[in-house]
């Protein structure tokens, strides 16, 4: 999508990476009119797209919130998903949750030695995390990083693995184990937001101890 930036998909990359947002904002941060926004939004809710709630905040008249649905989720692609699943499957029936609990980290053993080859090296925390956000920005989780009083937050707007990490939550645990090691034994690393307990993103709150 980042290469056919037309307005649908302007709206739609704006949702997937912000979350909801009023039509006001959409407007304002694609640059058009609020009519050429309504216009997007009710066009891509043709589509099944996304979709509209109303909130109600304090005495103010109520809110008009858009949202993807999970079509539009859809147009951010779980990597090969239907074929891991079935290979998770699989190696659990006919070998065991044992050998698959091996598989599963010998991989996460390689992507740990490949994160520590570009990010370990790198003297100061936030130039690590820089790293290390730009190598998962790479492989499709769509994420970026804030500074804040509390420390850092990596955000990861995607989870290209998703039915994969669904089927088997070891994956999730060996990326915060990977994210530990690879940023050094004087940070924390905390998950703070998880798609699979229902969250819009992955987020991991960073701190020196």
């Given at each position: 999508m980042k290469n056919?930036?037309?307005g649908s998909d302007r709206v739609i990359w704006m949702l997937k990476t912000a979350g909801p947002q009023p039509l006001?904002?959409?407007?304002?941060?694609?640059?058009?009119?609020?009519?050429?926004?309504?216009?997007?939004?009710?066009?891509?809710?043709?589509?099944?797209l996304v979709q509209s709630s109303t909130v109600s905040k304090g005495r103010?008249?109520?809110?008009?919130?858009?949202?993807?649905t999970k079509e539009g989720e859809g147009r951010f692609p779980d990597a090969h998903a239907e074929?891991?699943?079935?290979?998770?499957?699989?190696?659990?029936?006919?070998?065991?949750?044992?050998?698959?609990?091996?598989?599963?980290?010998a991989n996460s053993q390689n992507g740990l030695r490949k994160y520590m080859h570009e990010v370990?090296?790198?003297?100061?925390?936030e130039e690590r995390i820089a790293r290390l956000a730009g190598i998962r920005d790479q492989?499709?989780?769509?994420?970026?990083?804030?500074?804040?009083?509390?420390?850092?937050l990596l955000i990861e707007n995607h989870c290209p693995?998703?039915?994969?990490?669904?089927?088997?939550?070891?994956?999730?645990?060996?990326?915060?184990?990977t994210f530990q090691a690879v940023l050094g034994d004087q940070v924390d690393v905390r998950r703070v937001d998880h798609i699979l307990a229902g969250a819009r993103r992955c987020a991991y709150r960073i701190s020196e101890k």
């Open positions: 056919t930036p037309s006001t904002t959409i407007a304002a941060e694609l640059n058009i009119t609020t009519e050429g926004a309504r216009f997007q939004l009710l066009k891509l809710a043709g589509e099944g103010g008249r109520p809110q008009q919130i858009w949202a993807l074929l891991t699943v079935k290979l998770i499957s699989t190696i659990r029936e006919t070998l065991g949750q044992d050998a698959l609990h091996a598989v599963i980290e370990g090296s790198a003297p100061q925390l492989e499709g989780y769509m994420v970026e990083y804030v500074k804040d009083e509390e420390g850092y693995i998703c039915a994969a990490a669904t089927a088997c939550q070891d994956f999730c645990r060996y990326e915060l184990k």
